[in-house]
């Protein structure tokens, strides 16, 4: 054991070092040590962790209805065709793509990358040994697996028939097991907020010197406005859950109008977050986009400041835009307009964010490695999802296709195709530097690859038949659209396998993957410059940022001594340079 002194800016801390390689992986050992910890890496892999059992339970469901809807179950005529036989009953079916929208959306969509990328790598990039409050991210942990143990109760003790957006009057008179799924969400909402605060103040204070605003990583960006939509929005949900779970129990009239309440006051209060909450999950992923296509192309993010902008933008006009989901409940034509237009708007700093990223490609020394395999699939699959955004966003054509399955193509589009997609590129980004361990190149680009055909094999031709009248939710449908659900069938297992080969890879580099480099993708952020995997304190000295630093790859080079890159040795920094916290 060594005993190490590091000097901060506000004072000293000591600690002690195993070994000159003591990483946090090894430095406390035990059950104990995990559920117990304050380290903010640890309690990104305990989300993994849990983030993945929640995503197989999502995924299990997603298969069990695709299955199911290989059959339509009644003829052309509309009747109950005795020669097809359907694998769920109706109630089965609505409660299974209940438990699935719930699960993905509040477990695995929006914690998902501001939990295990967000806690891993934003210390890392600042500089810090953790985050400013490491007690609170421990708390927003054990409430994350207390929401996970409500909707657990809940698929097992009744299970859960509203959707998973929970509307009145459903969720006020079916007998299943609403309220625990309501606590559930409630909880999960707490966790959201925690995280949000803590990432907010670690940004503000934990700059180390010479990092200013516009020095920072845009991936930190990215979570600074997501946590400012956290703070801001999720309160709104919360209180909204509480007055539900309220009228379900007392019978209080707000939402149920068999007890005088107004089920539109629900979507309006619901929709406030819930549109806001599409970019706690898209707004993450954009940042890894960024990482991922500035590394992977050799050269500085075009337009830096404008990608940054863009983020807060997005956060801001987020909050303007709920009423579109709104056109067909009554609201006024005046009001119908106003939220068509900022609707429109904010395709705008999304825009500026696919350009810049393009043109950062443009004339670069791209390297298809895996992470960038999935950067190219988000471009894609994004870019469709925000385009057929814009069908929904006019007034006269989402009145046709609403509650069809074009808008069930356009959200998995934007929430899969977006968040997922980048997720699964941020973790074979940072996997060698999480465990030290590489995984094998061709395996997880086949994965990747399979995933991206997967994914626009099954939703792909629910544009079609959306567009042609196939309404969402519907246990049986007519034999016209047959064909269609059995590609979207095909496709699901074809995504499913290429999911399970990512996850497959990634277990068997932990068990029998080669050792790997500090920096194996000559990343230029302060993630990649301390040891893989990091220290248990992060860094043996405070890392230096000068002007320059970030995606500027002319000071990285490959590594002569083996896999890899290591930054060039640099004349000691100017004392003068750099910004305050």
């Not at 009744?158 to 097991?177: A, E, I, K, Q, R």
């Not at 845009?218 to 009228?247: D, N």
């Amino acid at each position: 054991m060594g005993q190490h002194t590091r000097e901060l800016s506000n004072g000293t801390f000591t600690y002690e070092l195993d070994s000159p390689n003591d990483s946090y992986l090894v430095h406390f050992k035990g059950i104990k040590s995990w559920l117990l910890t304050l380290d903010h890496k640890r309690i990104a892999i305990n989300y993994l962790v849990c983030i993945s059992i929640a995503l197989l339970l999502g995924g299990i469901y997603a298969l069990l209805l695709r299955l199911d809807l290989w059959n339509g179950g009644l003829t052309a005529t509309g009747e109950v065709d005795p020669n097809q036989s359907k694998l769920l009953t109706n109630d089965q079916y609505n409660h299974a793509f209940t438990v699935h929208g719930a699960v993905m959306t509040f477990l695995v969509l929006i914690p998902g990358i501001p939990a295990i990328l967000g806690n891993f790598a934003l210390p890392l990039m600042l500089g810090a040994k953790d985050v400013a409050f490491p007690r609170l991210n421990l708390l927003s942990w054990y409430l994350w697996v207390s929401g996970l143990i409500c909707f657990l109760y809940t698929l097992f003790m009744g299970g859960l028939d509203t959707g998973w957006t929970f509307y009145t009057p459903y969720s006020v008179t079916t007998n299943t097991s609403v309220i625990s799924a309501l606590f559930g969400a409630f909880m999960l909402g707490f966790s959201s907020i925690l995280t949000g605060l803590n990432f907010i103040v670690t940004i503000h204070k934990m700059r180390p010197a010479g990092m200013g605003w516009f020095e920072m990583p845009l991936f930190l960006w990215s979570l600074y406005a997501t946590g400012i939509i956290q703070l801001l929005a999720t309160p709104v949900l919360g209180i909204t859950l509480l007055m539900l779970i309220v009228e379900r129990s007392f019978g209080l009239g707000i939402f149920d109008p068999a007890y005088g309440g107004d089920p539109v006051l629900f979507q309006h209060f619901f929709w406030f977050y819930s549109h806001p909450a599409v970019y706690v999950m898209v707004l993450p992923a954009m940042g890894v986009i960024s990482e991922l296509i500035s590394t992977f192309s050799r050269k500085p993010v075009f337009g830096y400041k404008m990608i940054a902008m863009s983020s807060v933008a997005i956060a801001f006009l987020g909050f303007l835009v709920w009423g579109h989901h709104m056109f067909t409940s009554g609201q006024s034509p005046l009001m119908g307009t106003i939220f068509s237009f900022i609707t429109f708007s904010i395709a705008i700093p999304s825009a500026i964010k696919v350009f810049n990223w393009l043109t950062t490609m443009y004339k670069g020394s791209v390297a298809l490695n895996t992470p960038m395999i999935y950067a190219l699939s988000f471009l894609g699959l994004f870019g469709i999802g925000g385009l057929t955004g814009l069908f929904l966003s006019t007034m006269a054509t989402d009145i046709m296709l609403h509650d069809t399955y074009f808008v069930v193509a356009h959200f998995h589009y934007v929430m899969v195709g977006g968040t997922i997609i980048a997720l699964l590129g941020g973790l074979h980004y940072w996997w060698p530097k999480m465990f030290g361990k590489s995984y094998n190149s061709l395996v997880a680009k086949t994965g990747g690859i399979l995933v991206f055909i997967g994914f626009n094999v099954t939703f792909f031709p629910q544009f079609v038949m959306g567009s042609r009248g196939m309404p969402r939710r519907y246990h049986m449908y007519l034999e016209q659209f047959q064909s269609f659900h059995q590609w979207s069938t095909i496709g699901a297992f074809i995504l499913g396998l290429g999911m399970f080969m990512a996850a497959g890879n990634f277990i068997w580099s932990l068990l029998r993957g080669p050792k790997a480099p500090v920096n194996p993708w000559g990343a230029s952020t302060l993630d990649w410059k301390t040891a893989t995997p990091p220290y248990y304190h992060n860094f043996d000295v405070e890392p230096e940022v000068r002007p320059g630093d970030i995606y500027h790859y002319d000071r990285i080079v490959p590594n002569p001594e083996g896999p890899g890159f290591v930054e060039k040795k640099r004349d000691a920094m100017p004392a003068e340079t750099g910004a305050k916290h």
